[in-house]
């Protein structure tokens, strides 16, 4: 894929994201995601940070979390998930077609990221949703790649990830297959598609 369709795609999974949520209960947006610890809420609120924060506010958030990622990235997106849910939604919505990524974000990281965090929204309260083909083979491919945070390379040693709908392998060893949208959310250290593959069992 080359830029121009990567950013289609973000743009329209954060437009799909936005149409899910706005028709949510409250009961709904207070559903538990895939993401650890977090509702529905808060990876709604953590989908529109990203292109709304220079480098100043992840430092002093970078610091507030006494260095830590994963804590700023949590405490970042609580405290904006403590706003009210219209606004969650039309801070979605605003930031389809702004093409600004986060402070050291890559656009293959944006792409990953809208695909994997509409999955952690949607499975949960069983909407169906699927990422395009193409742009799950990017994601997979940023998976494997990056290590930190999801370390994928590490979790899944010893296997072979063989994708059944598209021509996408990774790693070696026994084999790991199914559709490619279900590899990329192990990839990212999700187990709820694992029913959709073979030869692993959660």
């Given at each position: 894929m080359d830029e121009t369709r990567m950013w289609q795609t973000v743009d329209a999974e954060r437009a799909a994201t936005a149409d899910l949520l706005a028709g949510l209960t409250?009961?709904?947006?207070?559903?538990?995601?895939?993401?650890e610890g977090w509702t529905v809420r808060e990876v709604a609120a953590h989908l529109s940070l990203g292109p709304r924060v220079g480098v100043g506010a992840v430092l002093v958030a970078f610091v507030k979390a006494r260095g830590s990622f994963n804590r700023m990235v949590d405490q970042t997106s609580r405290a904006e998930a403590r706003r009210p849910t219209g606004e969650l939604v039309a801070e979605l919505r605003g930031i389809v077609g702004n093409h600004r990524l986060a402070p050291g974000q890559t656009l293959k990281n944006a792409l990953m990221?809208?695909?994997?965090h509409a999955q952690d929204i949607a499975l949960p309260l069983?909407?169906?949703r699927h990422m395009p083909v193409d742009a799950a083979v990017v994601a997979a491919d940023d998976l494997w790649r990056i290590g930190f945070p999801f370390h994928a390379r590490r979790r899944l040693a010893g296997h072979r990830l063989v994708a059944?709908?598209?021509?996408?392998?990774?790693?070696?060893?026994?084999?790991?297959?199914?559709?490619?949208?279900?590899?990329?959310?192990?990839?990212?250290?999700?187990?709820?598609?694992?029913?959709?593959?073979t030869g692993i069992t959660a």
């Open positions: 409250e009961a709904e947006w207070s559903c538990p995601s895939l993401c990221d809208s695909m994997v069983g909407v169906e059944t709908d598209t021509d996408w392998s990774a790693g070696e060893g026994a084999e790991i297959s199914g559709p490619i949208e279900a590899l990329v959310m192990l990839l990212a250290g999700r187990t709820a598609t694992i029913p959709r593959l």
